[in-house]
């Protein structure tokens, strides 16, 4: 019953999407990735990922799937059912304690079934001044274990403007979508300096503001 309902949702979610936020999707060299993919993004709002997923064409959107905080999206019954039935997120305990099962071994199991992944490397929603927080170990280490995967960085950007923090009602206006060039974990390369080409890689595709304090690092 309830993938009945969520296929629609998942229409209705996609349309008012596009519609509130006019997305445009700019992809490296005009063209989709090849491979299976996972695709790190800026972290700045609950939306990032469906941003991303309406952006894909049908046959990518059909096997991706967000790794979201199941802090957040199992808060309720609502959240739960568009997180897990319409989505089909991974969804990741933060908290230590709660854990059940290993945050990169989840992410893991769902590549090996064949699922693409959107991941948010900062591990939390930016409501820092920085462009970009410090990443997160995971993607170096799903990187290490699935070397087949391409690594694509996706930088998201206006759609913090269209839902302020403590706002109800969106606010129309244009986001953008840019899709990098994809990259992979080098032989020898140790995490910390993976992590820091990876962020790199990110800034690279941001407005001239987030580019700039990539240089001054």
Not at 84 to 97: G, M, T
Not at 137 to 162: M, T
Not at 172 to 184: A, D, R
């Amino acid at each position: 019953m309830k993938s009945l309902i969520a296929r629609p949702v998942a229409v209705i979610v996609l349309l008012f999407a596009r519609a509130i936020t006019a997305v445009r999707p700019f992809w490296y060299e005009g063209r989709l990735p090849r491979r299976r993919s996972i695709f790190f993004a800026n972290h700045s709002s609950h939306g990032d990922f469906i941003l991303i997923w309406a952006v894909l064409p049908p046959r990518l959107r059909r096997r991706v799937r967000p790794v979201a905080g199941a802090d957040y999206w199992l808060k309720s019954k609502v959240r739960g059912f568009i997180g897990r039935d319409v989505f089909n997120a991974v969804l990741i305990e933060r908290n230590r304690e709660g854990r059940t099962m290993d945050p990169v071994e989840s992410m893991g199991e769902a590549m090996k079934e064949g699922s693409s992944l959107i991941l948010f490397p900062e591990g939390t929603r930016n409501q820092s001044d920085a462009s970009l927080q410090s990443f997160k170990s995971g993607l170096f280490h799903l990187a290490a274990l699935h070397p087949d995967f391409e690594l694509v960085p996706v930088w998201i950007a206006n759609l913090n403007r269209v839902m302020p923090k403590g706002e109800f009602v969106p606010i129309p206006l244009i986001c953008t979508v840019t899709f990098g060039e994809p990259m992979h974990l080098a032989d020898g390369e140790g995490k910390d300096a993976f992590l820091e080409r990876a962020r790199g890689a990110l800034l690279a595709l941001a407005p001239k503001k987030a580019a700039a304090e990539r240089v001054e690092e």
